[in-house]
């Protein structure tokens, strides 16, 4: 297995992401912002703040070259996985439904947030129970998730909610955290499984979340 986490400028969490992939073996590479092909069996849109968030999160980021090359993944039938930063480039790019505003108490959020898994008929959850609660770090200042009647619920008829918030931090839709599209191959969420992936720091649940890919 190769996975492939695309660097923009501003992006943080690409390392965080390398190691926890090396923790379990696979083979990763960072592709840099201008590169436009690339091979993986699963692309990684880490987590950061793409172009300083300028406009708004993630639109300049959906129109780097890298993006191309993701599209062309996502064609050939590739999973994706959106981390943060990731998940709002996945919205906007529209390759998965909906939107991101500003939470709810115009806050910067980051701590530790308990989660209830909504759905594991997918690859990224498969190793979990539908209602384990598990915990994982949060930091953002637009995770808000908006989404109209329509795909609110497209959503929820499909399956395609992952993850809920036990105690919504931010404002979003019907506490939603994790979303993934109609063929379950691509997977956005605002909390930060690549940062759950080390004993030293009394969380693995990341990990776990990671092997789903393999």
Same mark, same amino acid.
């Given at each position: 297995?190769?996975?492939?986490?695309?660097?923009?400028?501003?992006?943080?969490?690409?390392?965080?992401?390398?190691?926890?992939?090396?923790?379990?073996?696979? #083979?990763?590479?960072?592709?840099?912002?201008?590169?436009?092909?690339?091979?993986?069996?699963?692309?990684?849109?880490?987590?950061?703040?793409?172009?300083?968030?300028?406009?708004?999160?993630?639109?300049?980021? #959906?129109?780097?070259?890298?993006?191309?090359?993701?599209?062309?993944?996502?064609? #050939?039938?590739?999973?994706?996985?959106?981390?943060?930063?990731?998940?709002?480039?996945?919205?906007?790019?529209?390759?998965?439904?909906?939107?991101?505003?500003?939470?709810?108490?115009?806050?910067?959020?980051?701590?530790?947030?308990?989660?209830?898994?909504?759905?594991?008929?997918?690859?990224?959850?498969?190793?979990?129970?539908?209602?384990?609660?598990?915990?994982?770090?949060?930091?953002?200042?637009?995770?808000?998730?908006?989404?109209?009647?329509?795909?609110?619920?497209?959503?929820?008829?499909?399956?395609?909610?992952?993850?809920?918030?036990?105690?919504?931090?931010?404002?979003?839709?019907?506490?939603?955290?994790?979303?993934?599209?109609?063929?379950?191959?691509?997977?956005?969420?605002?909390?930060?499984?690549?940062?759950?992936?080390?004993?030293?720091?009394?969380?693995?649940?990341?990990?776990?979340?990671?092997?789903?890919?393999?």
């Amino acid at each position: 297995m190769k996975v492939a986490i695309i660097r923009f400028l501003g992006t943080n969490c690409e390392f965080d992401t390398e190691y926890a992939f090396d923790k379990l073996g696979v #083979k990763t590479e960072i592709i840099w912002h201008e590169q436009k092909e690339f091979s993986a069996d699963l692309v990684v849109l880490p987590g950061g703040f793409s172009y300083g968030d300028y406009l708004r999160c993630a639109a300049i980021a #959906k129109l780097a070259p890298a993006m191309q090359g993701v599209f062309e993944h996502v064609k #050939k039938g590739g999973y994706v996985l959106g981390i943060c930063n990731g998940f709002q480039i996945l919205l906007e790019s529209g390759l998965l439904k909906g939107a991101m505003k500003h939470n709810e108490n115009l806050s910067f959020i980051s701590k530790n947030q308990d989660l209830r898994v909504i759905s594991n008929q997918n690859v990224f959850l498969r190793k979990f129970q539908k209602g384990d609660i598990i915990n994982l770090p949060i930091a953002h200042g637009e995770g808000n998730y908006y989404a109209d009647e329509n795909i609110l619920k497209e959503l929820q008829d499909k399956d395609l909610i992952t993850l809920k918030y036990k105690s919504n931090p931010n404002g979003s839709l019907c506490d939603i955290a994790g979303i993934c599209d109609e063929n379950k191959k691509i997977f956005g969420l605002m909390p930060h499984p690549e940062r759950a992936c080390d004993s030293i720091l009394g969380n693995e649940i990341g990990l776990k979340m990671l092997e789903g890919f393999m």
